[in-house]
């Protein structure tokens, strides 16, 4: 594991406040060696080519030259450079670019601004040490593990593993985004079945240990999580976010232009139920979807992206 003092990140933004906060708490709370620039132009001219630079964390909206460019000039010159934008606006409108610039995470400007989860993000991209909701909790939280094995238990296993929560903190739609989850990650992860043969998907079996869908419940008196670990590792990152923006993307009757896609529609609202989805994905090994919810709204508002690919 590499010494925090040893990485650099370089923080894009051309607002001076924003770019100090988050450039004071990377370097003062986390530290981190940490650069400034103004504008893309400024990162890719005067700073990258002179300076060792682990990740750019860019603003999207920026005069002279935008994040996406920018971190577009990063990928193509600088591949081993990590990338991550940053937006205070829908992240849902940039999905396209997202998936054009291969940009799997987007964190989103709140107020008060997530400092813990900001490190969270960094932390994923610069160890490499993707899986796991133990990161996004600071203080000791509670945890709890259930095996999901049997395709004709779905639904139960949803129940049962909301029934582990705190019950004062669940939101209505978690078992149905549970329910969506889990279905994914037993049929189409470990299972390799198809949509469009869903009436005849075989429910009559047990999985074995090693096949079987692990699930971590976790909890703290800030939020819960819930992480679905299957070792299908069938999903792409560029799958989902295609996915998602066939979701967002509207055909000439205003209908989302993904409206009967049999993939990615399950995702996407259950993305919209919750607070937080965090992807990680070992390509062929693993897959896990966190689910993160706050107990309170102090988080609110657009949804940042967060789909990590080893
Ligand atoms: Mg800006």
Known sequence: MI????VTVLVVDDEPEIRSLIADYLSDEEGYKVL????GRDALDNIIPNCKVDLVLSDINMPVMKGFDLLNEVRRHYPYIKRVLITAYNVEDYLELALKHDVGNIFVKTTPFNFAELSACLECLLTGNIFGAERYFDSPAQRRSVMVKRGDCVAESAARIIALLPQTTIPSKLELVLIELLTNAVFYGVRNERPDRKEGWNHDFELSDEEAVQVSVMWDAEKHAVSIVDTGGKLKKRDVLYWLNRQVSRDEQGMPV???????????IARKYIDRMIINIDRARKTELIVVNYHDKSFEGYKPLYINEL
């Open 36 to 39: 400034e620039a103004e504008n």
């Open 258 to 268: 993904g409206l009967f896609d049999s993939h990615g529609r399950g995702l996407f």
């Open 3 to 6: 010494a925090k003092s040893d």
